[in-house]
């Protein structure tokens, strides 16, 4: 994998940049992607370069990677309102290529339905991925298959307590969630991981270092063909 160390705001304009090239390369492409602090910066670059005319998502098709099992997509913390909230809302990509897994719905049929709707488009072409402070990717949290499809998990209780600066308080934090598997997420084309700040800088160092383990998920991008770290200084201190 490559390893870019920059500075935040330069981490959001280069990854912008990837979306540029592959949409102007490929408009139709499938997107894999995110949610969380993480690409924020990157989400108002890309809302910003809509804006200005430089890059459209209007043949484009999204997939993203998780979501709160049991929160309506019209619920403040669910991850389909933070979509449309930071991304969707400003741009023209089409309601109707939108995915996000359903909280709501987590039926057998429907967790392997979202991979067969991803392969019906086409497969991903780019996923975006934050990692947690355990290196999680997308909800897959220690101990995931390798080879998992999208799948209900139980969230750790580090997960809970990262994420409930959110809510009110950590009861109010889902104990589980749907989430792309990590097999469903090696199989894009490529990828790329954003980590910013301090916090991830131990898991920064075992994905990019350490050995591939599942109690690593993020180190199985060690595997990955096509896969591109982004970090800055405070998450690349340790390496
Ligand atoms: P964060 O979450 O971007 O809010 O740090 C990342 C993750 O848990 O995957």
Not at 50 to 60: H, L, N, T, V
Not at 150 to 165: A, C, I, K, Q, Y
Not at 215 to 227: F, G, K, W
């Amino acid at each position: 994998m490559e390893l870019i160390i920059d500075s935040k705001e330069n981490i959001a304009a280069r990854a912008a940049k990837q979306y540029i090239d592959l949409l102007k390369g490929k408009p139709n492409a499938v997107l894999g992607l995110a949610t969380g602090s993480t690409p924020l910066g990157l989400y108002a670059e890309l809302v910003r370069l809509y804006q200005a005319g430089e890059i459209s998502f209007k043949d484009a098709t999204s997939f993203n990677l998780d979501e709160y099992v049991g929160l309506p997509p019209t619920h403040d913390q669910s991850y389909k309102y933070f979509m449309m909230h930071n991304l969707f809302n400003h741009v023209d990509l089409p309601e109707e290529r939108i995915h996000v897994p359903s909280g709501l719905d987590t039926s057998a049929e429907t967790l392997s339905g979202y991979d067969a709707a991803i392969k019906a488009a086409g497969g991903v072409d780019l996923q975006l991925l934050g990692i947690g402070n355990n290196g999680h990717i997308g909800f897959n949290e220690p101990g995931t298959p390798l080879e998992s499809l999208t799948h209900v998990v139980e969230l750790t209780l580090d997960t809970r307590e990262v994420n409930s600066r959110f809510f009110q308080s950590l009861d109010e934090v889902p104990t589980h969630a749907a989430t792309m598997g990590i097999r469903t997420v090696m199989n894009a084309r490529s990828i790329i991981l954003i980590a910013l700040g301090s916090a991830k800088a131990d898991c920064i160092k075992k994905t990019v270092q350490g050995p591939v383990t599942a109690e690593v998920p993020a180190s199985v991008l060690q595997l990955h063909p096509n896969c591109t770290i982004y970090c800055d200084p405070e998450a690349a201190a340790l390496l």
